[in-house]
């Protein structure tokens, strides 16, 4: 009987330290310099980032391209955007498309991203910089709240 519930915490330990990756292909190791916000703000005007994208006070612009995408940025998230999440989110957008976006057809017909490919354009402080921005302008909430419930208690007398 022990064997039958060792057995699969065996496996679930295993699985979670093969996950811990710190071969060469791992992330371990990797810093990008501070950023600066304002010139990230810059930078996602300037490779007009807002055709698609509204985030904090900078307005979309019309193009008639991807008149259909509109993705909303920043604001209150119940998950943390981690810098390594922005990141990969612009240098490889097909990397995790979110399935909120599918109705806006933020997909090409193969399932990948709709988003330019700036990885060739773009330069590495562009990328610090525009990171930074991003990142400044999420807060992250709780998703649980208490109710008032939570306040009562029962004192022994």
Known sequence: MKQIFLTPLVIILFLLLAACDRGPN????FSLPEGNVDKGRATFVELECNACHSIGDIERIPVSEAPDIHIKLGGEVTVIKTYGDLVTSVINPSH????????????TGEGESKMVAYNEVMTVQ??????????????????????EYATYRIKDD
């Open 126 to 147: 562009q990328l610090v910089d525009l990171v930074t921005y991003l990142e400044s302008n999420y807060d992250v909430v709780p998703a649980y709240h208490r109710t």
């Open 96 to 107: 995790k498309i979110i399935q909120r976006y599918s109705k806006q057809k933020v997909f």
């Open 26 to 29: 791992s992330g371990r190791g």
